[in-house]
């Protein structure tokens, strides 16, 4: 019984032991949770975890497609297309790998959510993507949104350009870039051909 008349002082404007506190209970009273991010270390960890079920994935797919190669009863036209497979399985791996050494060796920082971030030779998007800037040969581009405008972003000879859909803009260098897609609130849709625009 006691502890029902404690759990029900402190409700409706009343105070424990009765006493009525400065203002009526309401939200203020109660005691909110926070949820505590990822530390550093974790999310490296978590990182490191994804890539290794990856490595783990494309294992197991080339054992498979090893042992349809090697089966007799696989028919030739079969085996020709998993050495293909097979070929692209073992770049995907080797990718994998070297993206997991140099997630390794990142220094353990807090990742900073909504932000464009260049490291290297390489841009980092606030959605974990990272992709180096494509340069005027290539055929594709970085393709990031700003309102109601679409650019295409790649090196044009050494300085970034930014093709849009309704103007176009050039940058001395990409921390310039940097700076203009983080200020524009520019949301990272992906990689595409530099030369179509979806409007």
Request: charged share 35%; with cysteine.
């Amino acid at each position: 019984m006691i502890k029902l008349k404690k759990i029900l002082e402190g409700t409706c404007g009343y105070g424990e032991n009765g006493e009525l506190g400065e203002e009526p209970a309401g939200p203020h009273l109660i005691k909110k949770k926070k949820i505590k991010e990822f530390d550093a270390k974790m999310q490296k960890n978590h990182f490191l975890n994804l890539i290794k079920q990856e490595i783990e994935s494309l294992k197991g797919q080339i054992a498979y497609a090893k042992d349809k190669v090697r089966y007799k009863g696989t028919p030739d036209w079969e085996k020709k297309e998993f050495k293909g497979v097979l070929k692209d399985l073992f770049k995907k791996l080797k990718d994998s790998e070297k993206h997991y050494k140099r997630v390794q060796k990142l220094k353990e920082e807090k990742l900073t959510e909504g932000k464009f971030q260049m490291k290297g030779k390489y841009l980092y998007m606030p959605s974990g993507e990272v992709s180096s800037i494509p340069t005027h040969r290539d055929r594709d581009a970085i393709v990031v949104g700003i309102k109601y405008n679409q650019f295409k972003i790649y090196m044009d000879g050494t300085k970034p350009y930014a093709y849009g859909s309704r103007y176009d803009k050039r940058f001395n260098n990409t921390k310039d870039l940097v700076k203009w897609l983080n200020d524009s609130k520019a949301k990272y849709i992906g990689i595409d051909n530099k030369w179509n625009f979806k409007i």
